[in-house]
């Protein structure tokens, strides 16, 4: 498994989780930061072409929301078994790192199993590459 990449109040919550599931996990700070915005996050999704018809609709609806239970109860709903990989990935890019960052922290106070620890570990490698993207942008 690749290094988890956590801030450090998600690392606190990582910390609390049974050691069964968290022991040999490699932790690695998340150091990046990026300020994103409404609009910002408005223009990422108004540049994403996706293929899937569940996810544009899903994508629509993500668009305006703005309530982290609201964007959590939508994301839950995809089925990335059915969905275009590709179009998963760019609905991500367009949710941005603030919203992974919902979802991570979700991850963390739920997680039970090593299975959800590996959901983790991706979501927080997608954060990462992402900020590191977003990083050479803004210089």
């Known amino acids: 498994m690749a290094a988890l990449y956590l801030t450090p109040a998600e690392e606190r919550l990582f910390r609390t989780l049974p050691d069964a599931i968290i ?28 293929k899937t018809p569940e996810l544009f609709e899903v994508a629509r609806r993500l668009q305006g929301s703005t309530s982290s ?27 941005g790192p603030d919203v992974i960052s919902i979802i ?11 299975d959800n620890i590996d959901d983790i570990g ?13 990083q050479q942008i803004s210089s």
């Open 122 to 134: 991706a979501f927080t490698e997608m954060r990462h590459d992402m900020l590191t993207s977003l």
């Open 23 to 50: 022991h040999g996990c490699d932790i690695a700070q998340e150091q990046l930061t990026f300020q994103d915005s409404y609009d910002r996050r408005r223009m990422r999704f108004d540049l994403i072409q996706l």
């Open 69 to 95: 239970d609201e964007i959590l109860k939508l994301v839950d709903s995809i089925d990335i078994r059915t969905a275009d990989p590709k179009d998963v990935s760019r609905l991500f890019f367009a949710l």
């Open 104 to 114: 991570i922290n979700q991850l963390l106070s739920t997680a039970a199993t090593s």
